[in-house]
């Protein structure tokens, strides 16, 4: 069974970067699209981006000037960074697999972190 | 356009059908899936693809797909079903860029 983990930084300060690591057990890190999202209280979902192994990232076009996603495979974990943060990136953060649509250009999130709540504040 | 638009909220009697709309352009491409969340807890895949459950989603959940709309049903809604519904998609960047749809609470009666 595949399972997600996300590390905990809790409280950020305005202006610094935030720094988030997704550990992988239970399958490969190799032939998915390694994803995080995430959901600021009382909001909809937003996906914020995502790694293929492969070494192809995609970004919200809305966050890419700060965010930066990577992959360790040599412990099975990737990462999120995003920097200059403010109060509006207050959120739960989830790391998630994306797993190609068989047969079409696209993928959906099958395993999910538990997530992790980052608050922005001094 | 890069949005997805869903109805905020929707109820449902216990043990009745509900339909949940997703609309975008992206749609007429791309399947949606969609993903069940619950207060503090992660989002479940419940639909992918043109109507694929995963392993251990109930049969009474059931996805399609007509133009720029995608639809998630509910036959026989269960107390337990009560929860946030999300669709996602790529956008019609071209690009390898997922949107969420803005959510739909249901509620079941």
């Known amino acids: 069974q595949v399972q997600l983990q996300e590390s905990d930084p809790g409280l950020v300060k305005p202006s610094e970067t935030l720094s988030l690591t997704c550990t992988v057990s239970g399958g490969s890190i190799s032939s998915y699209y390694w994803s995080w999202i995430r959901q600021p209280p009382g909001k909809g979902l937003e996906w914020i981006g995502s790694f293929y192994y492969s070494g192809r990232t995609n970004y919200n076009p809305s966050l890419k000037s700060r965010v930066t996603i990577s992959l360790d495979t040599s412990k099975n974990q990737f990462s999120l960074k995003l920097s200059s943060v403010t109060a509006a990136d207050t959120a739960v953060y989830y790391c998630a697999r994306g797993t190609p649509l068989t047969g079409y250009p696209s993928y959906y999130f099958d395993y999910w972190g538990q997530g992790t709540l980052v608050t922005v504040s001094s | ?109």
Request: hydrophobic share 30%.
């Open chain 2, 1 to 109: 356009s890069s949005e997805l638009t869903q109805d905020p909220a929707v109820s449902v009697a216990l043990g009745q059908t509900v339909r949940i709309t997703c609309q975008g352009d992206s749609l007429r491409t791309y399947y949606a899936s969609w993903y069940q969340v619950k207060p503090g807890q992660a989002p479940v895949l419940v639909i992918y693809g043109k109507n694929n459950r995963p392993s251990g989603i109930p049969d009474r959940f059931s996805g399609s797909s007509s133009g720029n709309t995608a639809s998630l049903t509910i036959t026989g809604a269960q107390a337990e079903d009560e929860a946030d519904y999300y669709c996602n998609s790529r956008d019609s960047s071209g690009n390898y860029n997922y949107v969420f749809g803005t959510g739909t609470k249901v509620t079941v009666l």
